[in-house]
């Protein structure tokens, strides 16, 4: 007979094993930057559709915030959040 105990051990085990996020590489031509550097003018991503802007070569992380979608309250210096109305629109910009 199999004791709980010896079910339970593997599962802990790997649970403490320590992870690093993987690193994105930024696109090619596009300096690796940040959100919250001075030459983003996150205005002009108002208005715009996400896609449009090539959000996905950036060189940093972009989230796209759908209305009504759950996000985490995580703050991220680094990261462009990009809010969207109903039609998939920019409406707002901003990093955190």
Do not use: K
Request: net charge negative.
């Amino acid at each position: 007979m199999l004791r709980p105990l010896t079910l339970i051990l593997p599962l802990l085990a790997a649970a403490c094993i320590e992870t690093s996020p993987p690193t994105e590489a930024p696109a090619p031509g596009i300096p690796a930057a940040s959100c919250s550097d001075p030459e983003i003018d996150l205005a002009s991503f108002v208005g715009r559709r996400p896609e449009d802007i090539g959000a996905d070569r950036l060189g940093f992380p972009v989230r796209v915030i759908a209305p009504g979608m759950a996000v985490t309250m995580d703050y991220s210096p680094a990261r462009l959040n990009l809010e969207t109305d109903a039609a998939g629109v920019i409406s707002r910009a901003y990093c955190g």
